[in-house]
């Protein structure tokens, strides 16, 4: 089973690259911000308060996102493995990870980082921002709030996982194919 923490800052191509993945490895995709961009198309409380930090670039609360990932874990028991992309974004939800992992006999394979620099992030966002839709891709200061968040609170989660010996971290910028070869060479060392 492959279990695999997507990392890096808004921008540095985690959607892109776990697209990729899942039709490779046959892995269930798991973006917070998808489910709870999912919860505000639906209308939930849930979403409409996620919605009002979201659109201000502040991460939501652990708790709620940790809930929205025990749900998914526990819907897909029989999985090949997981790819989580966008959590954990806080010390606080990978430790509850690893425990919700632990409880159904399973962990985390590694964490692999894309690196990418802040001004090519931004620079991505802003485009993204003009066909993505996403309120918080729209203008600057947002984008650089969230690269912010990323930097204080996020971050810190990489020494969390080199800690345990599970850290990678690769070259994000360059062509998408040759990010992804990159992506299953670290991913095929832990077969
Ligand atoms: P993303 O699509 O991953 O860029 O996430 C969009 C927004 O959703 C973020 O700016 C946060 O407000 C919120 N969000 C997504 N994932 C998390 C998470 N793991 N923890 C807290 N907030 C999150």
């Known amino acids: 089973m492959i279990n695999l923490v997507l990392f890096g800052p808004p921008g ?18 798991l973006s917070t911000g998808d489910l709870l961009r999912a919860e505000i198309a639906a209308q939930t409380e ?18 709620v996102v ?24 806080t010390v606080a939800q990978a430790e509850a990870l ?10 985390i394979s590694g964490m692999i ?12 966002l802003l485009l993204r921002g003009q066909t993505s839709g996403r309120p918080d891709d729209q203008n600057e200061e947002l984008v650089q709030k969230r690269v912010q968040e ?3 609170k996020t971050r810190p989660v990489a020494d969390f996982y080199a800690a345990q010996g599970k850290f990678t971290s690769i ?21």
């Open 12 to 29: 540095a191509g985690k959607g892109t690259q776990s697209q990729k993945l899942i039709e490779k490895y046959q892995l269930i995709h």
């Open 46 to 63: 849930l979403g409409l308060s996620a919605k009002k930090l979201m659109d201000q670039g502040i991460l939501v609360p652990d708790e």
């Open 66 to 89: 940790i809930g929205m990932i025990r749900n998914k874990i526990q819907d897909n028991r029989s999985a090949k493995g997981f790819i989580f992309d966008g959590f954990p974004r």
């Open 98 to 107: 690893d425990k919700m992992l632990q409880e159904n006999g399973l962990a």
């Open 113 to 124: 980082a894309l690196e990418v620099n802040e001004a090519e992030l931004v620079k991505r």
């Open 150 to 152: 990323y930097n204080t």
């Open 171 to 191: 070259n994000g910028i360059g062509e998408i194919e040759e990010i992804f070869a990159n992506l299953c060479r670290v991913i095929d060392g832990w077969a």
